[in-house]
């Protein structure tokens, strides 16, 4: 027996899967990629409006709802639908593809999964519980009124004449403890890193303008619904002026004896836009960024081409698996694309229209990373502004310069003054004072407060920061200040008319 012949059979037995199988199913899902599968089943349906809905009372989130106003379902579609791993014809946009993505993300997230659909005929519903399911493959049909019913209700801008209405219930990462304000701080996390989610990998779609997406809050203990908040599209792309001029670039890899086309772009460094930071820094999102169909895959990663890196930090590749079956798997979460293995050096062998290739490009990221990070090392370090300085703008300084250590901020405040002067600097209160009697003129009718007149207030701030730092003024320093004094006291007059 040392040859490694086949193996001869003598018949076959049938071995379903025990139902505990349900049990491991939709584990490697969170709470976003679980309800962006949803989401997709929405898309594939048609619908032109998606609402994802959590219901609280005062003390207690109760459940989620994804409701569609697409083309629903009758009683053997449904059937189908709840049907583990039962595929159907897919056509050539369908964002489905395994036939498992609503039970596995559900039964992932929650201990009961109701599907409530409606095409041309009654409202009809399906309950997989983990209970029943992983007991014996149960699945329980919900009463035709309840459905009836919840087809009915009023879901927002929605109309569900026709739609699908999947809700959760005892969805495992809601907090336990019965506290309003435990669950308010969960709701707010959640949604913010909800919406981040939806928008990135919807971000194409939305912008298409296939469907719109909203989140809101509905409160039994009141029957009322929070506002709905729009998911607005993220681009990882969307930067306003590229980091490299050569760049965005595209270079063809061969593969399978097929060009895939990727999108090789730079950001310029240091973005404050969401689409550069996406969740958490934008470290973490460098790399190939695979889109199907128009919905994102993965956002960022190198699939073993090279290694995450601080210093790349601004490549980020773009590439449509469309057409390359052969050569890109996604993973059933639909969170990660896994490349065939001659990926790698496909991509390294990989060229642009003038010859450029991929250590080109990742030389070039680099290279822009190192001189985003030199100019800002060239600006001297500033006095940090304080009081006065509305936080966005104080936020805007912050990103742009570094502090002087052991500086005491500088104040900026409005106050009376024996003359007309425009501005003084009191350099032994660290603070900046602005005339009073220009603070209506400035203000162009717009109420006062502490931070208010962020504009004047940043260019005087440029103008005299530095005059902060050090021992003393110098002659040079002081006429400055009678400079500027005369100049802006006599704009300021002319603004008061
Ligand atoms: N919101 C919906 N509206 C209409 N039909 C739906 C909806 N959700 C699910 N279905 C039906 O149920 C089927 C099963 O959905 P499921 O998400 O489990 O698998 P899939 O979408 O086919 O593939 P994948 O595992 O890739 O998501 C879908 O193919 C579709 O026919
Ligand atoms: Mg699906």
Redesign the pocket.
């Known amino acids: 027996m040392s040859d490694w012949g086949s193996v001869p059979v003598t018949g076959s037995t049938t071995l379903p899967p025990d139902p505990g199988v349900m049990k491991a199913i939709g584990l490697n899902h969170a709470l976003p990629t679980a309800i962006a599968?949803?989401v997709?089943?929405?898309v594939?349906?048609g619908?032109t409006t998606v609402l994802v809905r959590f219901v609280r009372d005062d003390a207690r989130l109760l459940g989620v709802y994804?409701v569609?106003d697409?083309?629903?379902?009758d009683e053997s579609?449904?059937d189908?639908?709840?049907?583990?791993g039962?595929?159907?014809d897919?056509d050539s946009t369908?964002?489905?593809?395994?036939?498992?993505?609503?039970?596995?993300?559900s039964l992932g997230q929650a201990a009961g999964v109701t599907?409530i659909?409606r095409a041309d005929g009654p409202a009809v519903g399906r309950r997989w519980t983990m209970q029943k399911a992983a007991d014996s493959f149960e699945c329980e049909i919900v009463s035709a009124e309840f459905a009836t019913a919840t087809m009915d209700t009023a879901w927002g801008p929605l109309t569900t004449q026709r739609?699908?209405v999947?809700r959760w219930d005892g969805v495992k990462e809601f907090p336990g403890a019965r506290n309003a304000k435990v669950v308010e701080r969960y709701l707010e996390t959640t949604l913010t890193g909800l919406r981040q989610h939806l928008g990135l990998v919807f971000h194409r779609l939305l912008e298409e303008r296939r469907f719109s997406l909203l989140v809101d809050i509905h409160d039994v203990a009141v029957s009322e619904s929070g506002p709905p908040f729009l998911v607005d599209p993220i681009d990882p792309f969307a930067y306003v002026r590229s980091g490299h001029p050569a760049y965005p670039c595209t270079l063809t890899a061969e593969l399978d004896g097929a060009g895939v086309e990727l999108r090789c772009h730079i950001w310029p460094g240091r973005s404050q836009l969401p689409g550069f930071h996406l969740s958490g820094t934008p470290e973490r999102h460098q790399g190939f960024f695979f889109y199907r169909r128009g919905r994102l895959l993965q956002d960022g990663g190198w699939n073993a081409v090279t290694h995450p890196e601080k210093h790349l930090q601004l490549a980020r590749v773009a590439v449509d698996i469309d057409d390359h079956p052969a050569a890109f798997t996604m993973n059933?979460e639909?969170t990660r694309v896994e490349t065939a293995s001659a990926f790698a050096q496909a991509v390294d062998e990989a060229s642009g229209p003038g010859g450029e290739n991929f250590a080109d490009y990742l030389r070039d990221a680099e290279g822009a990373y190192r001189d985003s990070r030199k100019r800002s090392r060239s600006r001297p370090r500033v006095v940090p502004p304080g009081r006065g300085f509305a936080p966005a703008l104080r936020r805007a300084i912050g990103r742009e310069l570094e502090y002087l250590a052991g500086e005491e901020p500088i104040e900026i405040l409005w106050g009376d003054f024996k003359d007309d002067s425009f501005f003084d600097v009191d350099r032994e209160a660290r603070t900046v004072w602005v005339n009073k009697r220009y603070r209506a003129a400035v203000l162009g009718g717009r109420g006062g407060s502490l931070n208010d007149a962020p504009v004047v207030k940043a260019l005087l701030y440029l103008l005299v920061e530095d005059l902060f730092r050090g021992a003393y003024l110098g002659a040079k320093d002081r006429d400055n200040v009678e400079l500027w004094r005369s100049v802006l006291t006599a704009a300021a007059k002319e603004e008061t008319g």
């Open positions: 599968d949803l997709d089943n929405s594939d349906a619908a994804v569609d697409g083309r629903g379902m579609t449904l189908r639908a709840m049907t583990v039962s595929r159907r897919y369908a964002l489905g593809h395994f036939g498992i993505g609503l039970k596995a993300a599907v659909s739609g699908t999947v059933p639909k």
